[in-house]
T-cell receptor
Framework: AQSVTQLDSQVPVFEEAPVELRCNYS??????LFWYVQYPNQGLQLLLK??????LVKGINGFEAEFNKSQTSFHLRKPSVHISDTAEYFC????????????FGSGTQLTVLP | DADVTQTPRNRITKTGKRIMLECSQT?????MYWYRQDPGLGLRLIYY???????NKGEISDGYSVSRQAQAKFSLSLESAIPNQTALYFC??????????????FGPGTRLTVL
């Protein structure tokens, strides 16, 4: 079984400040990790993904995440946020099992304040 | 045009009514999924289909049924809606031949309210 924990349900941050959204996972097999973003009244879109190789993954809109196997974490970071980054962010894990189901975390609402 | 579309986008219904939510995709993907989103719970898988003849229950399938009418269409039905099925419902697709290991592509969602 696999699971994802997003430790912060809400993260308020001022514009141009850095932000880190935390994600921890558990799985008994190799994992593939994703961050999705949901803007208000929209569906989810992929921000970035880790499949293998370099543990630092760069995504769209200036976001990046680092895979840390020993800490079973995949935290999302951005050095300087904009008002337009206000959205809900979901971490998800897919295992190397046969079905490769995606399991989502409960989400983190990022609110960027002027 | 959107690759994954859902109809309706919003629906208000009464307890006991039968409701169908529809999903269509033009991505040519074999795999399709239905999720529900509730505040603080993230997305939970209701049903998924790997092809037209393959339907599987997800984490929370009770009270729901699905139909895969064609590769491009996957419908979710609530046979007798109840208030705790009020949620945001998402359809998603993925391509098993894609090396992205189940990257999924989401529709815009259907907001369902059961009174």
């Amino acid at each position: 079984a696999q699971s994802v924990t997003q430790l912060d349900s809400q993260v308020p941050v001022f514009e141009e400040a850095p932000v880190e959204l935390r994600c921890n996972y558990s799985s008994s097999v190799s994992v593939y990790l994703f961050w999705y973003v949901q803007y208000p009244n929209q569906g989810l879109q992929l921000l970035l993904k880790y499949l293998s190789g370099s543990t630092l993954v760069k995504g769209i809109n200036g976001f990046e995440a680092e895979f840390n196997k020993s800490q079973t974490s995949f935290h999302l970071r951005k050095p300087s946020v904009h008002i337009s980054d206000t959205a809900e962010y979901f971490c998800a894990v897919s295992s190397s099992g046969s079905a490769r189901q995606l399991t989502f975390g409960s989400g983190t609402q990022l609110t960027v304040l002027p | 045009d959107a690759d994954v579309t859902q109809t309706p986008r919003n629906r208000i219904t009464k307890t006991g009514k039968r409701i169908m939510l529809e999903c269509s995709q033009t991505k040519g993907h074999d795999r399709m999924y239905w999720y529900r989103q509730d505040p603080g719970l993230g997305l939970r898988l209701i049903y998924y289909s790997f092809d037209v003849k393959d339907i599987n229950k997800g984490e929370i399938s009770d009270g729901y049924s699905v139909s895969r009418q064609a590769q491009a269409k996957f419908s979710l039905s609530l046979e007798s809606a109840i208030p705790n099925q009020t949620a945001l419902y998402f359809c998603a697709t993925s391509d098993p031949s894609d090396s992205s290991y189940n990257e999924q592509f989401f529709g815009p969602g259907t907001r369902l309210t059961v009174l």
